[in-house]
């Protein structure tokens, strides 16, 4: 009885560490599946470091070769900057150089021109002299070279016994802003010639041709004596012109009868002037009259009209040339075409009656106030 009791206890004490150790069999079975579960989760989990190491390794890869190709293209970056640096500084160089080169140049050029600028004016004095020498051979007129009058003119003519100055001037610097004050300082200066005895009232001033802008008046008018400032360039046409009135002295070895119809023709002339200005001088007055007359009296809608018309209108009279001479048989033709024109429009036009009416007309005031 003891003894199976005693079984029984064993019994049940085996059955006690049965079910312990198969507790302990659940517990150990069930933690492995959970390490097992977390072995896989680890694996993954590996796996996926391995990817990512793969991939940084694979990045760092393309970060070493993209370095390196950056610091090659660093180091030619560098290299090409060093490059352009050095070609600029040539090119500012070469820019400093032609800069310096054209000023240097430029400043020669104007040194140079005011060189020549000073010697062609400290040698005009004598080129006008040679010019108008020259001059004088050429138109045979008397050059003199000693005046019988107080002063020493650079240059004098003697035409028709009258002595003809021409004083050359010029400026004395390279600014010739203040040359016409000079110019009228020295003609105050000349009335010392022109209260000689015959000597002629018109003076000349020979200026260089580069001053001539400078002046705003040609002529200074001094009271008992005229200045002329000319140029170099204008002394032959104005000597011609001088020594024109020489040919006018020839008019006394003219008979009575050539000078009494020279006379005749003159006055003629003068007559047909008087009377053509004033026949113009009426028929201004009549066309002014009439304009205004257009103004006040037309009606405002045909005087517009008449105004955009007269825009319109363009008058083109016959050019005068100077190489042209108008011929008279020319002028007599187109006047006969002109009365035939007129006569076919129903316009007299008799020459006899219109002359007889216009010489009825007072010319002089003297003729009126009769």
Known sequence: MRLEQELHKQITQLEGEIKTAEDSLKDARAKEASNTETIRNLRERKEELEEKLRNTEEDAKNTKADNTRLTADEENRIEKYKNNVATLDSIIKQIQNDRSREVEERNNTEINRIKNLKDTWSKHQENVKNTIKTICNKLTIEYVDKVPFRGEPDNTLKICEEFVIFDAKSPATEDVTNFPNYIKDQAERAKKYAKQDNVKPDIFFVVPTNTLEEFGNFVLNLGDYNIFIIAV????????????????????????????????????????????????SYFAKQFIELAYKADSDLPKEISDKVIEYEKSEKLNPPTDKRAKILNIKDLEKDTIKLKKETSSRGIAVDDEKISAEINKLPLYRTDIDK
């Open 233 to 280: 360039d204008s002394l032959e046409q104005i000597i011609q012109s001088l020594k024109k009135i020489e040919e006018y002295e020839f008019a006394e070895q003219l008979s009575p009868e050539d000078r009494d119809s020279i006379c005749r023709i003159l006055g003629k002339f003068a007559h047909l002037t008087k009377r053509r200005i004033q026949i113009d």
